[in-house]
């Protein structure tokens, strides 16, 4: 079979599996049972999703889409993360945890490993499987969110689907028409995000409908050839680089057109370098930039005394150069993943703690519904206030519209004209100084704000699903807040 066959048989799998776990939980197609007809064990998991379902009822508008929604995201989650480990394993960055070999009884190393340290797993349903994959999805969520048990698409399927599925993963490497090497692949996440959603591409396209916002990533898709990312990437960053160190040798290494002789921009700090692709996909511009950015790293650490820590480069690089938006989960995923990798080789024990690429699938109530948390006991004036719920009625429609959305455009021109009309407004007395002082206050204090009101709104639901995607939010802010280099 071609890889787009596996990866459609396994997606089938995943969802089927996440079908039956709903079905369970009274989670219907087409209506929800009374939480009281479940057994009383499932109640916790049925709130959680309950939640999640709230949540996306606002979004999609009705409970079976919102189910559909849930599915989906549940499915391509779980399939992430199992081709993130598939593709770690390829590049050995740690012992096989979803390979089995026959010299490990049909298990992995890490399982067998695992039984030998808890025989008691041995008595369990195909040995533990589903314990022990929960075990090493904990060891890897200290290094990376997406394996977090606080992640809100976690949920795991029952043992027997969970076999099925990665026995399904295990066959890609054994079919000779797609070759034990397929994971170790450098575009191998770009490839798996085009077929995993070559079938519904197909089936919207012959639907004739209207291309909504849910369906613009499934429409806008194409995967970039590694040439044309070379090039863009080689003469914007690239270039932008030897307009600051004309000398480096780089230009040796990447194909730079009119490379500069002289030097014509100036001086920066390489960790101040930023570079956004305002749609990512699955990553091929990230990925490589991050190749291009290592580089640079070691040419200013060699050859121009900068300050860095070689072993510092990879988290340099996520936390200070890269950012990226998509309007599809799935694709971030795969380019949070991708990076991941990227600095795991270069550094054994790099933690993932923050990246600044971001879904905006993200979903928040009106502004109506939260105004009290932003505005009582804050002190704040009419235009500041007004500045709150603009931002946040921006922020309010960031699933349908992603980057396209200028919040980070209309924020910093709102600052600027708050502070004109403040400094218009007081005569320049000690008062004046007073109220610009406050002013830039409240700038600096402004995201904080807007965190701790997220954080209280989400509190006071109770609600893990909402915390977590209104951080979702919070980052979309900052990084369309930040100002770039124009090329």
């Excluded at 797609?178 to 519904?200: A, F, M, V």
């Excluded at 730079?256 to 699955?282: C, F, W, Y």
């Excluded at 396209?404 to 924020?411: H, P, T």
């Amino acid at each position: 079979m071609k890889l787009t066959d596996h990866v459609n048989n396994i997606r089938s799998l995943v969802y089927k599996a996440y079908n039956n776990r709903f079905a369970r939980l009274g989670l219907g197609e087409t209506k929800q049972l009374d939480i009281s007809l479940i057994p009383a064990e499932l109640y916790s998991l049925r709130i959680q999703l309950d939640e999640m379902l709230e949540n996306h009822i606002g979004e999609t508008g009705n409970y079976k889409a919102a189910r559909e929604k849930a599915l989906d995201e549940l499915s391509f989650t779980l399939f992430n993360r199992i081709a993130a480990i598939k593709v770690m394993e390829a590049r050995h960055l740690f012992p096989e945890i979803i390979t089995k070999r026959a010299e490990h009884g049909d298990r992995s190393f890490a399982h067998k490993a695992w039984l030998e340290l808890n025989p008691n797993g041995c008595n369990l349903e195909l040995e533990g499987l589903e314990y022990f994959l929960e075990f090493e999805f904990g060891k890897l969520s200290e290094k990376m969110q997406l394996f977090s048990p606080d992640h809100p698409y976690a949920l795991i399927p029952f043992t027997i689907d969970l076999n099925e599925i990665i026995d399904a993963f295990n066959a890609v490497e054994q079919d000779k028409d797609t070759g034990e090497d397929t994971w170790q692949s450098d575009d191998i996440l770009g490839w798996l995000y085009e077929s995993y959603n070559s079938l519904k591409k197909k089936e919207h396209k012959e639907s004739g409908k209207k291309t909504e916002f849910d369906k613009v990533s499934l429409q806008s898709q194409v995967y970039t050839p590694r040439w044309v990312v070379k090039f863009l990437v080689d003469n914007s960053l690239g270039k932008l680089y030897l307009e600051m160190f004309p000398s480096s040798q780089i230009k040796e290494k990447y194909a730079i057109a009119n490379a500069p002789q002289t030097r014509v921009r100036e001086k920066k700090p390489l960790h101040e370098i930023m570079l956004i692709d305002p749609a990512p996909g699955s990553g091929n511009f990230l990925l490589y930039a991050f190749d291009l950015f290592y580089d640079l790293y070691i040419d200013q650490i060699e050859n121009y005394g900068a300050d860095y820590d070689d072993e510092q480069i990879p988290a340099l690089i996520i936390e200070n150069n890269l950012y990226g938006i998509d309007l599809d989960d799935r694709a971030v995923q795969l380019a949070q993943t991708g990076l991941f990798i990227k600095a795991l080789t270069k550094q054994r024990g790099f933690k993932m703690k923050h990246v600044n690429v971001v879904s905006s699938d993200f979903f928040l109530p009106p502004y109506s519904e939260v105004k009290h948390l932003f505005e009582e006991g804050t002190g704040l004036d009419q235009a500041q206030k007004e500045l709150m719920a603009d931002v946040w009625t921006d922020l309010h429609q960031a699933y349908q519209f992603g980057s396209l959305i200028k919040v980070g455009e209309r924020l910093n021109e709102r600052f600027e004209a708050l502070e004109s009309i403040h400094r218009k407004s007081y005569m320049p007395d000690l008062f004046w100084e007073q109220n610009i002082f406050d002013f830039e206050n409240f700038r600096i204090e402004f995201y904080a704000r807007l965190e701790q009101a997220v954080g209280r709104y989400a509190r006071s639901k109770n609600n893990n699903f909402l915390k977590t995607k209104a951080n979702d939010a919070l980052i979309f802010l900052k990084i369309l807040a930040n100002k770039y280099a124009h090329y």
